[in-house]
């Protein structure tokens, strides 16, 4: 049985597309032992989206961060070495068309908080991305 109080795991990832599927495994696989399984479609798609903008506007390695806190809050977090600032989100409305630039929209309509930050003095160390989701319960 998985303790009860918070924990967190990282992985840290080469820039290669197929990385976006070892994360969601990982992720569901992690939150499945901590019995968040209630978590586990909206986390999943929520990793992909952070991910994939890690893997595919950088050249260089990147990580997945998820927390547990002991006040119900799962944060899922994309590192990346680019400091440069996340595009921002556009509107889910758009068009059914397009290709690309909706990842940061539907994190923002997804979750219940989101942000970014540099890293580094600088932006020497490059930037997180982060998205939070509460109110999940355990299930034994």
């Known amino acids: 049985m998985p303790e009860n109080g918070p924990w967190e795991y990282s992985l840290h990832i080469p820039n ?31 990793a992909a989206e952070l ?10 390695p990147a990580a997945l961060w998820v927390r547990w806190s002991e006040n119900g809050v799962l944060r899922i977090g994309a590192w990346d070495a680019d400091p440069s600032p996340p595009e921002p989100p556009l509107p889910l409305d758009r068009g059914v068309d397009a290709e690309d630039g909706r990842g940061l929209d539907l994190v923002r309509a997804c ?22 989701l509460r109110g999940g319960e355990r299930v034994a």
């Open 111 to 132: 979750a219940d908080g989101w942000g970014w930050h540099s890293l580094g003095r600088g932006n020497e160390r490059g930037k997180y991305i982060w998205c939070e």
């Open 16 to 46: 290669d597309a197929r990385a976006v599927t070892v994360c969601r495994r990982t992720l569901r696989l992690i939150l499945t032992v901590h019995g968040l399984i209630n978590l586990v479609d909206v986390a999943e798609l929520l």
């Open 51 to 60: 991910v994939s903008n890690a893997v595919r506007h950088t050249r260089g």
